[in-house]
């Protein structure tokens, strides 16, 4: 009986730890503009934000984009607490993707702590995107 009741604790923890797993975090245009960057009255670039971040601009009929969605999903919970993966829907969200110049999705906006964001645009692998995490996030494991 008390196996049983380890068991089912054991179960427990591990689905509560998934819940509460940090997960890309869907923006809309308003609130871009207070946790990342105010576009429309900044003269100049100015991160927002208390951690690098990824902003993966995507749309959900977007092919490349659903393939690229799990992995941004796994870099979530594996830099949880060292980075904040926003996600934009360019079609929801059209201003703020015009202010970005975004032709083609996903482009996939890193942004350090100091100095300037770097867009990149396509579906990386996941080892392109930790490369870029470590290289101009400068964030590590």
Partial sequence: MFKKILNILFVLAVFANLANAQKPIHIDEATFKKEVFDY???QEWKYLGDKPAIVDFYADWCAPCKRIAPIMEELAQEYEGK???YKVNTDNNRN???AFGIQSIPSILFIPMQGKPTMGQGAYPKETFEKAIH???NVKK
Wanted: no cysteine.
């Fill in 83 to 85: 980075i904040i993966i």
């Fill in 96 to 98: 703020l993707a015009a």
């Fill in 40 to 42: 429309e009255n900044a």
């Fill in 135 to 137: 290289e101009i996030l």
